[in-house]
């Protein structure tokens, strides 16, 4: 893994003045690229050709660099580019599957807003369930042989691909069915989790190692297709045709009530601190705990996303909980500039970059 020493080392040649926010052009890039206008920086997007249009319809971003597949993004010469430039690199959902956790591990020489060591835990299913319980979060069971499950389960496979290929099934006969027509069994590692009946919400928080503080920014549920539309037609559900499948499309607003506020800071200060604990300096920025809340009003938590997720899109000129902390519109992605912004003016960089 690259060491914190050599990143800080070139933002150390970086010009305080001329820092450059950049981004790969997917999943937040939009909010991102205005919060970084919005708190005075100059910004770049970089996409793979034939998604640039996106960026010239809104108009949000200074500067686009266009590259002909993601290979080219980790190549020497055009990392040095965007070192010249003075670029912080905001990582995202689909930066880091598209570059793969390893090689920004390993080879992303640009600094990077975070802790890049949150990729080895985000992405191991075992390591994340060790920081999970580490955390003393409710977690629904796990199964390690596929000839124990007894009851529905959810099948889910690594990375961060927005739920696809993800499967239900309920018994060792339908589970060997379901993951045949996969085609993965020998590729990919999976999971299989109780699959828990409730509300999803999605909270969406934000720690500042500057401030030792944690925010909550906002809150979201995932629009699933096709699970989603086929809730409005229950009998077809219950067929078992067509089969239920959980690629996200979109997502919802939701403000949960208020007295459960309390237990949802309470999981974001554990994760927080488990992380600090687990892989020091630990989470740094955006991140987000992905729950089920029962019917009893306790909240299973089945997954942590280690980095702005695309249910903060909704938010882009704040929600109903950064009006509580902010005097003007607050995004995720706004205040990841703020972050940065900030060390600057304290001169603490090296505490938010690496």
């Not at 060792?172 to 109780?194: M, N, Y």
């Amino acid at each position: 893994m690259l060491q914190r020493k050599e990143i800080h080392h070139i933002l150390d040649g970086y010009v305080r003045d001329e820092i450059t926010i950049a981004t790969m052009g997917s999943h937040t890039a939009l909010q991102i690229l205005k919060g970084a206008r919005d708190e005075g920086f100059k910004n770049l997007v970089i996409c793979k050709r034939g998604t640039e249009e996106v960026y010239q319809q809104f108009g949000v971003a200074d500067e686009l660099l266009i590259i002909e597949n993601y290979e080219q993004f980790m190549e020497e010469k055009f990392l040095e580019k965007l070192i010249e430039r003075n670029v912080i690199l905001i990582p995202h959902g689909s930066f880091v599957e598209y570059l793969s956790p390893k090689r920004i591990e390993n080879e992303l020489l640009v600094p990077m807003l975070g802790n890049r060591m949150v990729l080895e835990w985000e992405s191991d299913r075992e390591k994340e369930r060790e920081w999970m319980e580490h955390a003393g979060l409710r977690l629904p069971e796990e199964f390690k042989d596929p000839k124990d499950i007894d009851r529905l389960v959810m099948v889910k496979f690594p990375g961060a691909k927005g739920g696809k290929d993800y499967f239900l099934a309920s018994n060792p006969e339908e589970f060997e069915r379901k993951l045949k027509k996969t085609g993965l069994r020998d590729k990919d590692r999976f999971t299989i989790q109780e699959f828990v009946i409730g509300t999803r919400f999605y909270p969406h928080y934000f720690y500042s190692p500057l401030k030792n503080r944690l925010e909550l920014l906002s809150m979201d549920i995932r629009y699933e297709s096709n699970i989603d539309g086929l809730s409005r037609l229950p009998h077809i559900l219950q067929d078992g045709t067509p089969e239920p499948s959980f690629v996200v499309t979109g997502n919802i607003p939701v403000v949960a009530r208020e007295s459960l506020l309390n237990p949802i800071l309470k999981m974001g200060q554990s994760v927080v601190k488990a992380s600090q604990e687990l892989f020091s300096p630990g989470l740094i920025g955006p991140f987000c705990i992905e729950t089920i809340c029962t019917e009893e009003l306790e909240f299973i938590v089945f997954e942590i996303s280690a980095r702005i997720v695309a249910g903060t899109n909704l938010y882009i000129n704040g929600s109903p909980y950064s009006q509580l902390l902010y005097q003007e519109p607050m995004s995720t992605g706004r205040r990841i500039s703020r972050e940065i912004k900030d060390a600057l003016m304290d001169d603490s960089l090296d505490s938010v970059i690496y």
